[in-house]
């Protein structure tokens, strides 16, 4: 594990569905960016949190997949973000992990918002994903999912821990704000684990505000970035392996977890 993974997370005002739009704004704003190792990108970046996939989606190896390409290439760093995904003749809300050597991972969002109806277009994965980023084990996941600790849970096993961080992509509104950032820090705390958590600004086009409230948050809960309320922002931060291995060599809960598994 390299001591420090250096996370830039760019909380946006995303234009509604407007694919060439988003991707313009996020292109200037990667290149703007000191060199990072990892960039993440909010929920559905590239259209808001829309219900028309027939219109927005992408093949698996679609424009969008190639613009992540081509920035993580030029970069050197990896970018992760979900987009719609069209395969087989079903949607997907689908979290791409975007490595510099042009190989990528997806994950397909478990759970589906089905008060907003995303559920009856989109399928659900059923797999977790698990990336090494220069010795981190990172774990994404995409908005709601944040609300589903056992999905989320980190595994122990003969003194390791299955992830170092996770991440969390979201569409998050302004009126359950609260319920996002008390959650982020609990998924922190409980997993002995970094939590990035991006999220947009604006109002979609449904009329929905977002307020942002992305942040990066320690092992311990502690906030260590905090992006601007309302505001396009990026959140910077250094996280720490030798922070992590201490406060988890300290505070050693693993053993003492719940053994479960999870039948999907």
Known sequence: MEPFLKVAALQANLVWEDVD?????????????????????????????????DRLAEKPDGKTIHW??????????AITGSIITEENGQYFNRLIWMR?????????????FSIAGENN????????????LKGWRICPFICYDLRFP????????????????LIFVANWPQQR???????????????LAYVIG?????????????????????????????????????CEANLDAAMLKNFR????????????????
């Open 198 to 234: 991006v999220n947009r600004v604006g109002d979609d086009g449904n009329g929905v505000p977002h307020s942002g409230a992305s942040q990066i948050i320690d092992p311990k809960g502690k906030v260590i970035c905090r992006a601007e309320d309302e505001k396009e922002f990026t």
């Open 150 to 165: 056992v999905w989320c849970h980190n595994n122990y096993a003969q003194g390791y821990y299955e992830y170092d961080a």
């Open 100 to 112: 510099p050597d042009g190989e990528y991972s997806g994950y397909d969002k478990k759970h589906l």
């Open 177 to 191: 704000v609260w319920a996002w950032e008390t959650l982020l820090a609990a998924r922190a705390m409980e997993n």
């Open 21 to 53: 739009a988003n991707l313009a704004a996020f292109e200037e704003k990667i290149y703007s960016l000191a060199q990072a190792d990892l960039v993440v990108l909010p929920e559905m970046f590239t259209t808001g949190f829309s219900m028309q996939p």
């Open 121 to 132: 277009i989109y399928t659900p994965g059923n797999q977790k994903l698990t990336v090494d």
């Open 249 to 264: 060599s300290q505070f050693d809960v693993g053993p003492d977890w719940d053994k479960f598994s999870i039948h999907v």
């Open 68 to 77: 992540m390409r081509k920035m993580a290439a030029e970069t050197n760093t």
